[in-house]
């Protein structure tokens, strides 16, 4: 049925298709040139799992500090609680731009087997969505850093008291 919808109208787009698609060695190369990135869509997976692990243990400190400090607050709580607030900012921001770097990475595999499929040339486009996607990730992994810095400083703060430490 989708093979007679696309012989339907003005060409045999079904036709074309299978025609380009029936060299097993053009979708190997097309394979094995999208698995660097699906890899990388897989490492990139794995560090969002640890990014989103921090950020619920973070969230619920927050939670159980504000309903321990409900009635009062001493100085030590409101400076772990600013502290805490911030690293939820820098994590969450770290795993929007995670996840929009998978994003782009999906886009990058599609558009690598698209580029098989189409008679202009899209490596421009592919060569774009791969570099706005080492931005995301750069981008986040800059921002987890950044939040594993700040945790580090509180810890060192907590042992030291806060007038002592940082």
Known sequence: MLFDLLTVGG????????????????VQEIVR????????LAGIGAVMNVMMARLIWIANRIERLEVRMEDEQ?????IELARLRR???????AIMLS???????????????VSAFVEPQIGSMVAFAWIAAMIFLISGLVLFAAETVI?????????HGPDEGS
């Open 33 to 40: 040139l999208s698995l660097a990135p699906a890899f990388l």
């Open 99 to 113: 996840t929009g770097a998978a994003l782009t990475i999906c886009v990058v595999i599609a558009l690598l087997f």
């Open 151 to 159: 945790a580090a400083q509180g810890q060192k703060a907590t042992q």
């Open 74 to 78: 001493t100085a030590r709580e409101r």
């Open 11 to 26: 060409g045999n787009i079904a036709a074309d298709l299978l025609e380009q698609t029936s060299s097993t060695t053009r």
């Open 87 to 93: 690293r939820r900012r820098y994590a969450q921001r």
